[in-house]
């Protein structure tokens, strides 16, 4: 099936640091790419989405400055973290879909942000 | 956004059939069913998905209610490694929404040797 890859799995950072996160898709074209926050013993909460090219749509709630999105190309999306607290930490998940009709979701394995 | 519920938790033991329930009373025409799992730490994956008909594939089955109203996913022998969180999801196959996956509480399944 086909593969997303996300990088870093985990990183620990200081408060007040930008962290990034890399999404790719590895054997497909993703017109989509979503971003999902996951907090201990929750669902995943969707926090934008993003087509190629375009500027991201931001979930209601969800700070577009602060949560940076690019989706450069067709294969890679990424997250920044801009200016971290320790209640950003959490389960960050990226997933990718080749195009509407196409009707599976891929996901990353996710990256597990540690503010400090 | 139509949703759905689920129950909180199952359980099953291992190599025994096991049946989810989804019900989505207020699903409309336009909307797929889908099912997805995560397993502690990971994404998601995909499992299986349907419109009206009963799917099956190498992972499960989909029963899906004359109505539409409720759905069963179907393990048809348990391993360990199915122990996981299944996710019953309903999306929009028109894009309406932007075709977006919400994910709900989902069932958290466990599986005893």
């Known amino acids: 099936g086909a593969v997303v890859s996300q990088h870093p799995s985990r990183v620990i950072c200081k408060s007040g640091t930008s962290v990034k996160i890399e999404c790719r898709s590895l054997?497909?074209?993703?017109?989509?790419m979503f971003w999902y926050r996951q907090f201990p013993k929750q669902s995943l909460m969707l926090m934008a989405t993003?087509?190629?090219?375009?500027?991201?749509?931001?979930e209601q709630g969800v700070e577009k400055d602060k949560f940076l999105i690019n989706h450069a190309s067709l294969t890679l999306s990424t997250l920044t973290v801009t200016s971290a607290h320790p209640e950003d930490s959490s389960f960050y998940i990226c997933?990718?879909?080749?195009?509407?009709?196409?009707?599976?979701?891929?996901f990353g394995a996710g990256t597990r942000l540690s503010v400090l | 956004d139509a949703k759905t519920t689920q129950p909180n938790s199952m359980e099953s033991n291992e190599e025994e059939p096991v049946h989810l329930p989804c019900n989505h009373s207020?699903?409309?025409?336009?909307?797929?069913i889908h099912w997805y799992r995560q397993l502690p730490s990971q994404g998601p994956e995909y499992v299986i998905h349907?419109?009206?008909s009963n799917v099956n594939n190498r992972m499960a089955s989909l029963a899906i209610a004359e109505d539409r109203k409720s759905s069963t996913l179907i393990l048809h022998r348990a391993t360990l490694r199915d122990a996981a969180v299944y996710y019953c999801?309903?999306?929009?196959?028109?894009?309406?929404?932007?075709?977006?996956?919400?994910f709900g509480q989902g069932t958290e399944l466990s599986v005893k040797p």
């Open positions: 997933s990718a879909r080749e195009t509407l009709a196409k009707n599976i979701q891929y």
């Open positions: 054997d497909f074209q993703a017109t989509t």
């Open positions: 993003s087509n190629e090219g375009s500027k991201a749509t931001y």
């Open positions: 207020t699903i409309s025409g336009t909307d797929y």
């Open positions: 349907g419109l009206t």
């Open positions: 999801i309903l999306r929009d196959r028109l894009g309406n929404q932007g075709g977006k996956l919400i």
